[in-house]
């Protein structure tokens, strides 16, 4: 039985737990065999709580969607009491949170096992993740390259079917660009669906949003219940859906109105293989009955990333000066990655009027966004523009810091305006490069409309399924 485990979702894992087919204390097992096997390979764990989870598997939860099923947790942000939260660094290797963030809180009733945690960049600002830490974690379809980040350890554990979900988070594509380079699901929710409470207000100017990634759409939307809802007095709120989104997997989208841009609002075109995938999703949802339609957003992407930059230098040195009240004293430069050191030292020439001037260009940059794409119900662009760099493209160990953020925002060309917009968007891997290595394709809906991105990822999905699609290393 268990060398069948790797064909089911995160769902249907469950399902064997409850019917009695496998226990939970049997499947941890399993699961650590797994990263046992593989992780001196993909190098995609910061810490293995082993001990914790075979006692949590021995009396485990009966509630939930995911009940006894072993969950990994991206080593950034959310806080779970007495687990190291390293944030990928050298100066933060010893902080342990005291208590649960509000989403862990939430995450526990679906009776996920916690088993471990994956590893990140430094505070988690690159589409990489490798630091000095832990090392580079490598993609399962192709050990040289990258699994994306900042949810790379994740992609690369899901990829190789370690276990069929985890934890990620997405600032700026830190989801859907590991799902895109790994072949998976990644669906970023609209501004307002997370609750950071109480650790933070927001993240990012409600850049920052939290998810999964999974292979299979109805596991993203069971684990997006959980997690979704508002604290009294968060910034950015939002509706409530009128149902759990797990009852849209199935249900029939209706005739959509699609928007398709493949065209790079960057300096750099996007490749061959990024325009010839997004066109095939679009030619897909087309025979399916929707009405497709070119589209341009309009997006001055060297303004972005001017100011994008500006405001992450800011917010990442007001980071490290929070991390330094935590832990009670300064971060030397030999602790950080040279360009977080570099990226301190920025954030200083940024005035107080300087910074409120960025904050605010970002906001109407990504409300031109929500107007452009207000015209339809989904917009379809390529998640990324190539496949999976080569580990260290780039890296944090750069000693310039321009040359860094230059190719960094070249790669998350599709994804970080959508960050700044607030609009849900998610990452699915309809087609494939030239080359076989994954390449996801984004859909984008508008704000608070989650369940037509579902309603038409499970349609896709049902059209072409992509679950049983396996990388060279695979458990």
């Not at 009240?325 to 040279?338: C, I, S, T, V």
Request: hydrophobic share 40%; proline share 7%; with cysteine.
């Amino acid at each position: 039985m268990t060398d069948q485990l790797s064909g089911y979702d995160g769902l249907g894992l469950a399902d064997l737990i409850r019917s009695g087919q496998i226990s939970a204390a049997e499947l941890v097992e399993v699961v650590i065999e797994r990263i046992e096997r593989l992780n001196p390979t993909l190098n995609f764990m910061t810490y293995k709580g082993y001990d914790q989870a075979r006692a949590m598997a021995a009396d485990p939860p009966r509630d939930g969607a995911f009940a006894g099923l072993p969950w990994l947790l991206k080593d950034l942000i959310l806080g779970h009491a007495g687990v190291p939260q390293t944030s990928g660094s050298r100066f933060f290797r010893d902080h342990v949170p005291a208590q649960d963030s509000l989403m862990i809180q939430r995450l526990k009733t679906l009776g996920l096992i916690y088993l471990g945690s994956t590893n990140v960049p430094e505070f988690g600002i690159n589409l990489q993740s490798g630091n000095a830490l832990f090392g580079d974690t490598r993609n399962p379809w192709d050990p040289s390259r990258t699994p994306g980040g900042s949810s790379g350890g994740a992609a690369a554990a899901v990829a190789a079917r370690i276990m069929p979900l985890a934890h990620g988070g997405d600032g700026g594509g830190s989801i859907r660009v590991p799902s895109s380079y790994c072949g998976l699901v990644g669906l970023k929710p609209s501004r307002g669906r997370n609750s950071y409470y109480p650790d933070y207000a927001d993240v990012w100017y409600g850049c920052g949003t939290d998810g999964c990634l999974s292979i299979t759409v109805r596991d993203t939307a069971a684990y997006s219940d959980a997690m979704w809802g508002s604290t009294p007095g968060d910034p950015y709120e939002i509706p409530a859906l009128a149902r759990p989104l797990l009852q849209e997997v199935g249900a029939d989208p209706g005739r959509l109105r699609i928007g398709v841009m493949t065209r790079s609002p960057g300096r750099a075109a996007a490749s061959d293989d990024a325009v010839r995938t997004a066109e095939a999703a679009a030619g897909l949802c087309e025979r399916l009955g929707h009405h497709v339609e070119p589209v341009e957003i309009p997006i001055d992407y060297d303004r972005f990333c001017t100011t994008f930059i500006r405001v992450i230098n800011v917010l990442t040195a007001y980071g490290l000066d929070t991390a330094e009240g935590l832990l009670g004293r300064k971060a030397e430069a030999d602790e950080l990655q040279p360009v977080v050191w570099a990226i301190r030292g920025l954030a200083k020439n940024v005035s107080g009027i300087d910074h409120a001037r960025d904050v605010e260009t970002l906001r109407q940059i990504g409300r031109d966004i929500c107007v452009a794409v207000s015209r339809y119900d989904v917009v379809i662009t390529p998640s990324t523009p190539v496949t999976a760099p080569a580990i260290g493209d780039p890296s944090q160990a750069w000693d310039d810091v321009d040359a860094y953020f230059e190719r960094l925002f070249g790669h998350m060309v599709f994804s970080a305006p959508i960050s700044v917009s607030g609009l849900p968007a998610i990452s699915l891997p309809i087609e494939a490069a030239a080359n076989g290595m994954p390449l996801g394709t984004q859909f984008i809906a508008n704000r608070g409309r989650e369940d037509t991105l579902i309603r038409l990822a499970a349609q896709l999905e049902a059209e072409r399924p992509w679950r049983d699609r396996l990388p060279a290393i695979v458990a």
